[in-house]
């Protein structure tokens, strides 16, 4: 995640961490806004598992946590959603 935030540079760069479970991703969302937000500037969000609200979370977010199922249902139409294209 570093490597690519120092690589790309905000607020270009966006990373999704997928994780197993939800909880995982909830325990991870809230350990990196506290220790990533700070530190580097970048924006921590987590998918919702709406698509809508999920576009926009990307859009506006550098680092994405999700659940596989959340990631595969935005990432199936890739080509046509341009907030997915943009994940380094």
């Known amino acids: 995640i570093f490597e690519a935030i120092a690589r790309v540079g905000l607020p270009a760069a966006k990373c999704v961490y997928i994780a197993p479970y939800q909880s995982v991703v909830q325990q991870q969302l809230?350990?990196?806004?506290?220790?990533?937000?700070p530190a580097l500037g970048a924006r921590v969000m987590a998918l919702s598992g709406e698509t809508a609200l999920d576009l926009k979370i990307i859009e506006g977010a550098n680092?994405?946590?999700?659940?596989?199922q959340n990631w595969d249902m935005l990432s199936r139409r890739w080509r046509h959603r341009k907030n997915v294209q943009a994940v380094n």
């Open 63 to 68: 680092v994405i946590l999700s659940t596989p």
């Open 30 to 37: 809230k350990a990196w806004q506290e220790r990533l937000q």
